[in-house]
């Protein structure tokens, strides 16, 4: 059974800081993983998307990557910002098949303080 | 639409009631999903629409659950004789199959608060 763990629970650094946050999965034959922002009362945002055969995606300050036969993510946030504080989630999906459900970790939540 | 949307966005009703939760999702996105996301829990799937048909129905929690989708679009989640576990927020999202990735976007989510 898929299992996805994420550390640490919550994060809580100055304004400017470089910052990881991590991802682990127990089963490494996965379709695909995902990085969301979830913030209060605005559901969740698609950040990063890293197809099984991919080693890293980047997207302006984030640079997610992908070790599938360790069973690890990583997020990568540079020159962290106020902005940037929320619960950021790792999703995983197992499969290529019809089944597309996804396997949530519980979250890393952010504080960046000014 | 521009993005997923959903209504109620909050949802307050008595222990025992019927309620009906509904999803619209991105205008020709073929693929649907349910999820419930409980206090302190992570994010828990609830089923999944291909089109009107549902392939995976494996996630919902009890047959007090059920959901239907009709004409490729709206989708709606009803719960039976709700009760207190039943609290929630229920987040829907949608993917397109002419994407390789299928990447699911969310909408807001309904909080459902059981008295």
């Known amino acids: 059974k898929q299992e996805v763990t994420q550390i640490p629970a919550a994060l809580s650094v100055p304004e400017g800081e470089n910052l990881v946050l991590n991802c682990s999965f127990t089963d490494s034959a996965i379709y695909n993983l995902q990085w969301f922002r979830q913030d209060p009362g605005k559901g969740l945002t698609s950040l990063l998307l890293?197809?099984?055969s991919q080693r890293e995606q980047t997207s302006g300050r984030l640079n997610a990557s992908l070790d599938k036969s360790s069973g690890r993510s990583t997020l990568y946030i540079a020159a962290s910002q106020p902005g940037d504080s929320a619960t950021y989630l790792c999703a995983v999906r197992p499969n290529a098949g019809n089944n597309r459900k996804l396997i949530w970790g519980l979250g890393t939540s952010l504080a960046v303080n000014p | 639409g521009a993005g997923v949307s959903q209504s109620p966005s909050n949802k307050v009703t008595e222990k025992g009631k019927d309620v009906e939760l509904r999803c619209d999702p991105i205008?020709?996105?073929?693929?649907l999903y349910w999820y419930r996301q409980s206090l302190g829990q992570g994010l828990e799937f609830l089923i999944y629409f291909q089109g009107n048909s549902a392939p995976d129905k494996s996630g919902l929690p009890s047959d007090r659950f059920s959901a239907e989708r009709t004409g490729g679009s709206v989708s709606t989640l009803t719960i039976q004789r709700t009760q207190q576990e039943d609290s929630a927020v229920y987040l829907c999202?949608?993917?397109?199959?002419?994407?390789?990735?299928?990447?699911?976007?969310f909408g807001p989510g309904t909080r459902l608060t059981v008295l």
């Open positions: 999202a949608s993917s397109s199959d002419t994407s390789s990735y299928n990447e699911q976007f």
């Open positions: 205008s020709g996105h073929t693929a």
């Open positions: 890293i197809q099984s």
